[in-house]
Structure formats: C-alpha cells, structure tokens
C-alpha cells in the first residue's frame, strides 16, 4: 500500500495543476448547484481524477472495504465497552410481539425470546444482528433484575 501511496503522490506532484483545478470545480459546483446533480457532478469529476491519476476501482474498493471494516470493528468494541461501563443502567422490556428491548443511555438491544440472536445499536446506529454471547446474556440477565 505505501508503494501505491508514493506512485499517487508522485503522480500529484506532476500533476498539482489538474488537481487544482478539479478540486476549484468541485468548490463552485458544492457553494452554487443546490440540487441532486451537485452530487452527481461531484462523484463524476472525483472519478475522472481518480481514473486519470491511474487509480483502479479495484484500489477504490479495497479502502473503503478496509475503512468500512475498521470502522464497524470500532463500533463493535464501543458497544461492548457500553455495555460493561453502563449495566447498571440497563432497563430491560418485554414488548407485546414476544420480543424484548434491552435499554442503556447509549446502547440499544432487540432480540426474541429464545434467539441465538440480538438486534445490536449504538447511539442510534445499527451494527446489525450479533450471536448472544455469554457476555451479551449476562448483560440482558442483569438488565432484568
């Protein structure tokens, strides 16, 4: 990865007008077009730049792939914190569909009666369906009590 990071900057530096450019239009279209085309035209002149620069879709893939990893990795390990740092603050409800909502200031869980399976979200955010764990029935047995 460093080898194709000094390729783009090398490539940058050779071709420091064309970025200058680019990066002028995408200013004006941003402050003057206030429709959806703004975002259109943005996504088409930052991948004419991408593919100009020698960039394949293949190395676009690949970071946001990584980024998107690490940063649900990230979450993951902030929920779990949450769930240590707040257990006593957990309330737990039985909803009239079977299934139940376990609550904290931060944290959110949904799961069913008898599941292997709990609806996992963060300050809002879902980070999807996890296995209950010991730690995560733990963490729901406490919220009864």
């Known amino acids: 990865m460093d080898i194709q990071m000094d390729t783009l900057f090398e490539f940058i530096k050779q071709n420091w007008m064309l970025f200058l450019i680019a990066l002028i239009v995408l200013f004006v279209i941003i402050s003057f077009v206030k429709t959806m085309i703004k975002w259109a035209l943005v996504i088409v002149i930052v991948a004419g730049v991408a593919v100009y620069s020698g960039v394949t879709w293949k190395d676009i893939d690949q970071v946001v792939t990584t980024v998107k990893d690490e940063t649900v ?10 769930m240590k740092d707040e257990a006593s603050k957990a309330t737990y409800e039985r909803n009239k569909d079977g299934s139940y909502t376990v609550k904290t200031p931060s944290l959110e869980l949904i799961g069913q009666a008898g599941s292997t399976k709990v609806h ?3 300050g809002g955010v879902s980070l999807g369906e996890w296995e209950a764990t010991e730690m995560i029935r733990q963490f729901i047995e406490g919220a009864k009590k």
């Open 73 to 82: 990795a990230k979450l993951k390990d902030q929920a779990i914190q949450a």
């Open 120 to 122: 996992v979200s963060l």
